[in-house]
């Protein structure tokens, strides 16, 4: 399956900053006739209505609300792509006094949040005749940082929601993609500690060629290309492949 951007209806969830934010500016760069931008706080995409005018519309979002999510698919009937950008990153080892307490709040956002957004978006992808749902997971999703154990576990519990989307919405003749970023340019490398990292154009302009390509994962960045070295094997026949399970 291929899908291009270019003349599509797109919504990006956390737009307002950082990877989202860019993969906003790719998109429009792509030709996307119009982009919604779900954000906490709408004030903060200000700056983004002011560049792009009628090309974008800014919408409440809150990750963790069931009914802000149900709101945001019936005040967005005409997406054909969604993007759950959105995650939240806590600094917690498993044996951290508030290990339990991060991984409750990160699981709330990082994977409970992925499938309100998928149960709310299937049934408005599913209307068009081919459309899209990117996922961004982390490379955390394979590898445990043991600095941000609770982290790697939302987003490995998120990738294995991401396998199971890929599934359940092939016969809608959905696309999904898992984007599977190493450090990047944002404030939450930052507060991860991470001084080295890509620029967030790596992730938006490689979630566009993914896209087209018709790829199921990407490993848009330097260290995640080498993780995608190490994995792309067990990726193509295990993840990817037809093993006649349930």
Avoid: C
């Avoid at 700056?47 to 069931?66: M, W």
């Amino acid at each position: 399956m291929s899908f291009s951007v270019e003349g599509k209806v797109a919504l990006i969830t956390g737009a307002n900053r950082g990877i989202g934010k860019a993969i906003v500016e790719s998109f429009i760069s792509h030709g996307a006739s119009k982009v919604y931008l779900a954000v906490r706080n709408p004030g903060s995409a200000q700056a983004l209505s002011q560049t792009y005018g009628n090309k974008v519309v800014v919408l409440p979002f809150d990750a963790a609300d069931p009914a802000s999510i149900t709101a945001l698919a019936t005040a967005a009937p005409d997406v054909q792509v969604v993007v759950n950008n959105a995650g939240i990153l806590e600094v917690a080892d498993p044996l951290a006094s508030n290990a339990i307490t991060a991984l409750e709040h990160e699981m709330n956002i990082n994977v409970y949040g992925l499938m309100r957004m998928a149960q709310a978006f299937a049934p408005v992808l599913a209307k068009h005749n081919g459309a899209a749902f990117v996922q961004l997971n982390s490379v955390a999703s394979i590898k445990t940082f043991t600095p941000f154990t609770t982290y790697s576990a939302s987003k490995a519990a998120s990738y294995s929601v991401t396998q199971g989307l890929k599934d359940v919405f092939a016969p809608m003749n959905i696309q999904v993609l898992s984007v599977h970023p190493g450090p990047i340019k944002t404030d939450m490398a930052a507060k991860a500690g991470f001084d080295e990292a890509d620029t967030v154009t790596s992730v938006s302009e490689g979630i566009v060629t993914a896209l087209k390509a018709g790829d199921f994962h990407l490993f848009p960045d330097a260290m995640a290309k080498l993780f995608e070295g190490e994995y792309q094997s067990y990726a193509t026949n295990i993840i990817s492949a037809d093993l006649g399970g349930e």
